[in-house]
Each structure stands twice: as structure tokens, then as C-alpha cells.
């Protein structure tokens, strides 16, 4: 069967349109506007031009010779933590700014976890000259230090928000309020394929043109555009919804996807959400997310901040529940080790959410000269305290 979404903005049954009736116009706006202008050459080659000259795409397509011998397959890396920020969130918010201010907005509001979201909301706010708040959990504020400062120097505001456990849900919470609160002058940048529709489906194409330099830049390293195999981390999903795009019908690939198992997925500390969520609705879509039996939100736990949420995209959800999208759970340590892995086979210091990507060759069996394609989604930067303080131990 095919896999698109539907008018109502349904991927089979997860996504839709749950919002207070106060921001139904909002989003219905935002609809219209997001439609007319993925059609409109001027648009596009706004984007295009600020992805090429600012953000500095296309990112390489690294053949990662070692680590290769190590897991006999061919494992080339998809390199965005290259980007401008460090990150592929960069991909995401030049495309929503652009639309912002097509729409005439003059105010613009983000969630974060790791920063690396609002780091890049930020830095597009600044380019656009266009004020900008951030909400960020308290517990994410101090562990995500360098990107908290970053934000500052950019000039946006940043919102410590102490409820919850204070990570990344409390802080869409808080954004979600905000923009309830400011509908008309007010856009809000969803940093992951995740809220009402259209965001799901709207980051999904700013992130895709990953897999579209994928296919050329393979077709010229292998003679052929696809992959065997396609690997990504999960938080929200839109490094793996960028990666996987223009491969979800194509039958030869096959996707996987991999979340943070916390203390392990059993433990009651995990943020697996598609290991242990059910259905409910969460943050304006219909989803996958973890809650108990009477629908209150279990809080998730990761060492990584980008991955530390309770629910997971609705496009997600349903590659994963059709048996497209194989899911693996990746646990704090054994992301700790493949990131020192990586640092050493290959001199490349890779975020803790794509560290979590890399971990899961360790529990994959390749074919020889298996082609693999590993997006490495940001750099390391940001996560030097955690590294150093777990590495000296
Ligand atoms: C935010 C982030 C993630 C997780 O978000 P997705 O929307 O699932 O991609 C992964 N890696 C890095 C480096 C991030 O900053």
C-alpha cells in the first residue's frame, strides 16, 4: 500500500488536527498559506538558495571506511552535523520563517529540548530580524548549556519552564499556551514532524531534501539512488522523516528507525515510545505516546536531550505499525559507546541522539557490500559535559 497522507492529515490513523478551537483558524491559515507556497518558484528558490549559501547543503555523503570494516557493510554517513548550527533543525526553520513572514507574522515562538531547535529558531530570527522566544525545559536549560547561551548571543529569549519533569513536552506545554494566547501576530515553529496538521507533514518536506541529496549523491558513489538500508534516530522524527521521504515506497529499501531506551525499556526510564506508547492524542495529532491507563502522560526519560519525549511523529507511528519501519531501542550506554566509537574510528564527535543511531549496528546483521546509509543528525558539541563526565569515570 502506498504511504501518504490524507486530506485531513491523516497518515492511516495517526495525525489529524487536535487543537483548542481558539487556533483552529491559526492552523487552518497556516494550511492554506504552507500549500501556496510550496508551489511558488519564488519560495523555492528562497529556500533553496538560503539551504545552499547559509545552511552550506548539500551535506556530504561520507563512505565511513572503518567503521564499514567493522560491521562488514558498506555504511556511508549522511553528514548534517555539518550544518550551519550543527544540526538538520536548520533545514526546518529557514523553511517556516520564510513562510512566516509570507504570512505576515511578526513574532515568533519555539519549544526546544536538546537547544539544538531553538538554536536553530534563533539563528533564523536573527538572519529575518524577526523577535523570538524559546521555551525550554528547567532540567534541559542545565544540561544543554552551550546552545542556552548560543540563543542569548542570537538575541531570542529563553523561557525555562519548570513544570513536568521539565524537559521537552512540558516546554511545547508552555509554547502551545503561548500561541493560544498570541494567535494573530504570532507563528510557532514546531522543531520535529510532530503537532496538528500540517506540521507533521510540512517539516517532513523542509527535512526532505536529506533524501534527496541521498539519491544523487549515491547514484554517483554507487550507480544506483537507493539504499539497501536507511538508519535514524527518533525523537520527534524529522532527521528520520528527512532521510526516509523519497524512499517510503520504495520497496528495496528498508527503513529503520531508533529511539532512546533510557535505563532500558522495561526500566520505567525510557522515552521508547513506539517499544511502549499506545495511541492517544498528544500535542495537537493523534499518536503513539506514553501514558498510563488512565491517559496521563508518563514522563520519558534519555540521556539525550533531543530524544527525551513521551510521543513520536504520527507518520512515525504508522510506518512503524504497518511493519514498514523496523524500531530498534537504544539505552544511554550503549549510545555513550558507539559515540566514542564513532570519535575514534572515524575522527567524528556525533550528537547523543545520533549516537543512539549508530549504537544500533551493534544489534543489526548485515548482508556483504550491504549499502547503509546512517544520518549522523548533529554534532557533538553541545554534549561535551555529558561525554567527558561519563568518559572520565
Ligand atoms: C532534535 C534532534 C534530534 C531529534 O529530533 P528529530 O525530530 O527526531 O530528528 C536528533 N538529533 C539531533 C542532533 C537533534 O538536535
Known sequence: MEIKIDSKGYYGEFGGTYVPEILLSNVENLKKAYYEAIDDDDFKKEFETLLRDYV???????YANRLSQKYGAKIYLKREDLNHTGAHKINNTIGQILLAKRMGKTRIIAETGAGQHGVATATVCALMDMPC???MGALDVARQRPNVEKMKMLGATVVPVQSGNKTLKDATNEAIRDWCCNPRDTYYI??????PHPYPEMVAKFQSVISQEIKKQLKEKEGRDYPDTLIACVGGGSNAAGTFLNY???KRTKLVAVEAGGLGIDSGETAATMHCGTTGIIHGAKTLLMQDNDGQIIEPYSISAGLDYPGV?????????????KVYAVTDDEALKAALDLTRLEGIIPALES??????LEKMKFEKDEVVVLTVSGRGDKDMDTYLNHFSK
Open 56 to 62: 552550506g547543503r548539500p551535506s556530504p555523503l561520507y
Open 133 to 135: 522566544v524559546v521555551y
Open 190 to 195: 514546531i522543531g520535529s514532524t510532530m503537532g
Open 248 to 250: 517510503l515506497n520504495e
Open 313 to 325: 511523529g504520527p507518520l512515525h507511528s504508522h510506518l512503524f505499525k504497518t511493519g514498514r519501519m
Open 355 to 360: 549516537a543512539h543511531a549508530l549504537a544500533a
